[in-house]
């Protein structure tokens, strides 16, 4: 399965686009929608909208091929969405190791989908545009369609910060 439009945009609009290096929300040094720098990666430039589209398809297609080898169940494509998105945003060991995909795979859609809610922290502290993604995820996995002012607006351009190269990491969860 592979991820749709509606959970392409959902992606875009939670990340917004950041065409010079910044911190993530977990203090890695992150480009463009939502790319985790990589150690041997350096964007001293700043990127192109086909640069990090192009990136970003990189990077879906590892979230998705991660949903697709832990999740045992049939999933419906606004759930594979919903997954890929939280994949895509936390990390497929933060998935892997969940009670969410313990759920998931017992076939307890609905506890699963629960599970999404509680991954909201950064930091040890609940935080707000998390709250306002997994709420998009939730209901994009439980209804097919993600609330239209669930995801965070796109941020301005915060100050660029060295591009020191540092392996991917993911966000603190509940």
Aim: charged share 20%; glycine share 8%; no cysteine.
């Amino acid at each position: 399965m592979r991820t749709s439009a509606q959970g392409l945009d959902l992606i875009m609009q939670s990340e917004g686009f950041r065409a010079t290096v910044y911190k993530d929300v977990a203090g890695i040094p992150t480009i463009g929608y939502g790319h985790r720098i990589l150690l041997g990666e350096s964007f001293p430039a700043r990127l192109t909208q086909p640069e990090a589209q192009a990136l970003l398809a990189r990077d879906v297609g590892a979230a998705e091929e991660a949903v697709s080898i832990l999740v045992k169940v049939p999933l419906t494509q606004s759930q594979f969405d919903a997954l890929v998105d939280f994949v895509f945003n936390l990390g497929s060991g933060r998935l892997a190791s969940s009670t969410l995909l313990r759920e998931l795979n017992a076939r307890n859609y609905a506890a699963a989908a629960a599970q999404i809610l509680l991954w909201n922290r950064a930091g040890g502290r609940e935080n707000s545009g998390l709250k306002r993604r997994r709420q998009a995820e939730f209901r994009l996995f439980t209804t097919g369609t993600p609330a239209e002012s669930a995801t965070e607006p796109a941020k301005p351009e915060p100050k660029s910060v060295p591009s020191s190269a540092q392996a991917h990491a993911s966000g603190t969860a509940a």
